[in-house]
């Protein structure tokens, strides 16, 4: 019970936002919900007069009915004790049911609302935020919060009210005794709930080492094969039972305190009942507290300790639920750093004639020295432009800056001298076509994949693209062709019938632009010649920006740009590039002719072809 609250990423956190402006910008959430959420409190009353008519009954039947003899009072005191239970049994399901519905419906809309406004933001705020913190906001902070709205809210509530009522209920009836019970529980409660922090912390570690074991296994079974591959069997199952050892010790303490927490717990309770007993015992030469009043002490005290330890567990809760808000309301409140003008076009102009880079410099957050700087070109429609140089060279920087997953620190990228900013993202995404080296398939049919799960694409544009990309003839082998079921990450395929989708999906839309970005690096030689073979039908009336380490592959390029530690060092043709014998004559060599590159890196710097940097060789090779 006390360990139930997986989520322990809020140790240290401090809120931003107080517990007043946290309610003010949950209650949109709730509006919807009033109806419910008045019944819900409705049968929670119910609950409670329930669970406090009991005693009162049970003395009724005892002092009057029993003491009197009269058997038609004891049979309709029964039943009505009866009754009583059953009807605050009901009522406390159906408010099961009501809070957890609602709990359900605000919590899917929030999370439905977070994962939305992820969608928008940039890549930077994804550089920084790993893709298991974001599932911990989309998912765990927000599952903490379903148990605050659908149970702890509520049972926090009922808590107190239950609290104060018994406690006035038995006052009514008898304050010294009432006065003793309180004497004694005062220290038992004080002290339960510094015990409580005590087992807290224990579960905290006992899910640490958790942690530590599922990651091992992870880690472990995605390298079975290299484990295999160099006997290190053994030695990984003596790492694992090391972990296992410390769980299992971790998880036996932290039950013994627990445990032992408990029966103490039900020992005081048991004292507390014979306390009541003694004194009443005094008291009863002198009729002063009768047996059915003495019942309802032991009742009443019997349920008086749990709602005081719970009511300390639930405000512990809750202050880890509003820690969660804090940071559920944090990611909403994320400005996205490449947002669309309010004026922004809602199309891209139909018969633009060039796309121009205009001294456009950009760092990554936390970076030393700017990815990409001072980068001046020009891209007519209809051009197939290559961009080449070594890992770290910013190439694949200039497509995103292209796409606008990151907008430039200085500097514009123009379309016919108009900002590309001044187009709506939308828009301007929607007639470029991108293939990334990363392949990325979704579980669901070949046509999802294709449309994006867009169901306006028709199906004759799916058809064309398969073919132009020669990827026809493997969807129709597949059982159910287009709508034949892709596996997550598409494995179902083999790497490059993946590849040709992704090919095929790039150009289902008929973009203007196509950009690929190290689109081949990951297939293998026979798939990227039917790639190549298919790049004149797919590039046909587009224009083209193809990022490759693989110079054969861009060797027909209308031209080729040459980047270097994030600049552009030169540009031009093939077979003006290997005549200048520059960095690119040195790239060419290094992959071509593997004897001349390593002559080259053994020459130094500037002895590189015809005057080439041949130190650049050597930064090639590392790549």
Known sequence: MWWSDEHEQDEGYVRHLSARELARRVAYLFRPHARSIAVAVALLFATIA???????????????????????????????????????????????VVVTRVGLAIVTRLKEEVFAHLLTLSAAYFDKHPPGRLMARVESDAQRLQALFSEVGLALFRSAVLLFATLSIMLAADARVTGAVLLLASPVVLGSVLLLRRVRGLWRAVRKAVARVTQFLTEYVQAVPVIQAYG???????????????????????????????????????????????????????????????????????????????????????????ASADRVFGVLDTPSLTPDRKDALDRVPADWREIAF??????????????????????????????????????STLASLLLRFYEPTSGRIALDGRDIRDIRQRAWRGRIGLVLQDIHLFPGTVAENLRCFDDDVPAAALDRSLDVVQAGEIVRRLPGGLDAPLAEGGTNLSMGERQLLCFARAIVRDPDVLVLDEATS???????????EAFERIMAGRTAIVIAHRLATVAKADRILVMHQGRLVEEGTHRELYA??????????????????????????????????????????GS
């Open 232 to 322: 290190y069997a053994t030695h990984a199952r003596m790492k694992l039972a090391e972990r296992n050892r410390e769980k299992v010790s971790r998880e036996l303490r932290a039950m013994f305190v627990e445990q032992s927490f408990f029966s103490a717990l039900a020992s005081v309770e048991i004292l507390a009942v014979l306390v009541i007993i003694w004194i009443g015992s005094q008291r009863a030469f002198g009729e002063a507290l009768t047996v059915g009043t003495l019942v309802l002490f032991v009742e009443y005290t019997r349920r008086l300790f749990m709602p005081i330890l719970m009511f300390s567990e639930q405000i512990s809760f809750m202050q880890r639920a509003l």
């Open 358 to 395: 205009e001294d456009v410099s950009f760092g990554y957050d936390g970076g030393r020295a700017p990815a990409v700087e001072g980068l001046r070109f020009r891209v007519g429609r209809g051009e197939k432009v290559a961009v080449v140089g070594v890992s770290g060279s910013g190439k």
């Open 580 to 621: 200048r014998g520059g960095i690119y004559r040195d790239l060419v060599d290094l992959q071509l002719r593997p004897t001349v590159g390593r002559a080259l890196s053994a020459a130094g710097p500037g002895t590189g072809g015809d005057g080439g940097n041949g130190g650049l060789a050597v930064a090639a090779a």
């Open 50 to 96: 329930a669970e406090l008519a009991g005693p009162l009954v049970l003395r009724h039947l005892i002092d009057e009915d029993i003491r009197t003899g009269d058997r038609r009072g004891i049979v309709l005191s029964a039943l009505v004790y009866a009754g009583i239970f059953v009807v605050g049994m009901s009522a406390a399901f159906a408010q099961v």
């Open 522 to 532: 990951s297939v293998d030689p026979a798939t990227e010649r039917r790639i190549q």
